[in-house]
């Protein structure tokens, strides 16, 4: 997960990669490099990511299910959602009691949403795009 602070400190990072720069173009990238880590930070400080509290979540019978079509959708739509909004997700994720406990979580979790992107169409209706490896 990264920091408001590391967001910035990437920034100036960038700022001066860019002013030591002599190509225009690579100049041009820093500067739009720094922007971004900038943006960032400030969209991470609004939405208060740092400060996401470990929640526990009480399951009854039949919210497993009710989950994986939730999470399906999450996966499905991953590139569609704002950058606060994947980095406060994969946060909660973290920060989630209640659930048993998965080894390299924030690598998974990657792992599903690169295979979710690469579904092309729906297979079945019933699987909402999930295809079963």
Known sequence: MTTVR????????????AAIATDGQLKATFKDLARFHRH????????????MKP???????GDQIILQYLGAAVVLQWANLP?????????????VGGLPPVTSLHEQIKALIRR???VEGVTD?????????
């Open 40 to 51: 960032l930070a400030k969209c991470m400080e609004e939405a208060d990511i740092e400060r």
């Open 83 to 95: 950058e606060t909004a994947r980095q406060a997700d994969l946060q909660q994720a973290s920060s």
């Open 125 to 133: 209706p019933s699987t909402f795009g999930i295809v079963p490896t």
């Open 116 to 118: 979710g992107r690469d």
């Open 6 to 17: 590391e967001c910035l400190s990437k920034a100036a990072e960038f700022e001066s990669r």
């Open 55 to 61: 929640q526990t979540i009480h399951l009854q019978e």
